[in-house]
């Protein structure tokens, strides 16, 4: 079976320019997490998608940072303009609501930016 | 607040020898736990999880933890450790909801096992 998808694995970009990450979750699932990991702050949750919807976004750093989720299968975490300090490992998730709670999460392999 | 401690950033454990992890949350409602596994470059695997009933839960590749509401704790076990189990574990909280379960992880412990 199909893991979470999440492209590109490494990206370098020059402060300043945009920059796009994608998330493909694994199909049927209805709930969506994009994380950021580093070495000082670890794992946080920016924010996560129910049925397409957004939830819960108080993770989002600021208003440089956003994420849409325009259908089941596809997600974007977007950051404009870049800065040096959004170098991070981001991370897509995706879950199954079973039984009336929401099952565990599957992550993807992360996309490595580095921002210059 | 919510939040998940892992008291040990790195251990280092002898192959065939026993493992403990340690994790405590702080939770205001009944925690939906969880057990991460993260090699180096890669996404989270999940190990295990406890969402209710028996307190001790078996998961993959001969791990296992136990939910001790008392001591509000939720330690990862392995009886004999080999040497593919160095990684890094990370333990999450989160609530129990149908509209997905946004997740507290703690800061992670390294694992390090050594021949």
């Known amino acids: 079976d199909a893991g979470v998808i999440q492209s590109p694995r490494h990206e370098v970009t020059e402060m300043g320019q945009e920059v796009t990450l994608r998330c493909k979750p694994i199909s049927g699932h209805n709930s969506l997490f994009w994380y950021r990991q580093t070495m000082m702050r670890g794992l946080e949750l920016l924010i996560y998608f129910n049925n397409n919807v957004p939830i819960d976004d108080s993770g989002m750093p600021e208003d440089r940072f956003s994420a849409k989720m325009p259908n089941a299968s596809f997600s974007t975490l977007k950051i404009q303009p870049s800065e040096p300090r959004d170098s991070a490992v981001y991370f897509c998730?995706?879950?199954?609501?079973?039984?009336?709670?929401?099952?565990?999460?599957?992550f993807g392999d992360g996309t490595r930016l580095s921002i210059l | 607040a919510q939040s998940v401690t892992q008291p040990d950033i790195h251990i280092t454990v002898s192959e065939g020898a026993s493992l403990e992890l340690r994790c405590n949350y702080s939770y205001g409602a009944t925690p939906y736990l969880f057990w991460y596994v993260q090699s180096p470059g890669q996404g989270l695997q999940l190990l295990l999880k406890y969402f209710s009933g028996d307190t001790l839960v078996q998961g993959i590749k001969g791990f296992e933890a136990e939910f001790k509401r008392s001591q509000s704790s939720f330690n990862l076990r392995k009886p004999s450790v080999h040497w593919s189990d160095a990684a890094e574990y990370f333990c999450a909280v989160g609530a129990q909801s149908q509209a997905g379960t946004a997740l507290i992880f703690g800061k992670g412990t390294t694992l390090s096992v050594s021949s």
């Open positions: 998730a995706s879950s199954v609501g079973q039984g009336g709670v929401s099952g565990p999460q599957h």
